[in-house]
Nanobody, 121 residues
Framework: QVQLVESGGGLVQAGGSLRLSCAASGRTFSSYAVGWFRQAPGKEREFVAAIPWSGRSTYYADSVKGRFTISRDNAKNTVYLQMNSLKPEDTAVYYC??????????????WGQGTQVTVSS
C-alpha cells in the first residue's frame, strides 16, 4: 500500500515558478514509477510527466516540455515537479500517482488528493 500527499500548489503570476512535491508512505515506494497529472475544470485528467523507479529517465507531455522538470529522491520518498515559465493554461489541480509500470495514461495504482495550481495572467 502506498499513500501519496501532494503539496506546493498555489497562486502565481504568468512566467513564475512553483515546485510541487509528492510525499509517499510505504517501504516499496522506491520501486514504483510516478506520474504527475493535471485536471482543469471541465476537462479530462491529462498526463504531465513521469519518472521510473530508477529516476534515470523522464517523460513529458509536449505542452510542458522544456518548462517542467520531474525528479525523485527515493531516500526521502518524494517526487518533485519543478514548474517554470508558468502559463494561465497550466491552471489545474495537479495529482501525483504511483504504479508498477510507467505509463502516460491514468492507469496507476495509487493517487494523491491533488494540489491546486492557479496561474494568473
Amino acid at each position: 500500500q502506498v499513500q501519496l500527499v501532494e503539496s506546493g500548489g498555489g497562486l502565481v503570476q504568468a512566467g513564475g515558478s512553483l515546485r510541487l512535491s509528492c510525499a509517499a508512505s510505504g517501504r516499496t515506494f522506491s520501486s514504483y514509477a510516478v506520474g504527475w497529472f493535471r485536471q482543469a475544470p471541465g476537462k479530462e485528467r491529462e498526463f504531465v510527466a513521469a519518472i521510473p523507479w530508477s529516476g534515470r529517465s523522464t517523460y513529458y507531455a509536449d505542452s510542458v516540455k522544456g518548462r517542467f522538470t520531474i525528479s525523485r529522491d527515493n531516500a526521502k520518498n518524494t517526487v518533485y515537479l519543478q514548474m517554470n515559465s508558468l502559463k494561465p493554461e497550466d491552471t489545474a489541480v495537479y495529482y501525483c500517482a504511483a504504479g508498477r509500470i510507467l505509463v502516460a495514461t491514468t492507469n496507476y495504482d495509487y493517487w494523491g488528493q491533488g494540489t491546486q495550481v492557479t496561474v494568473s495572467s
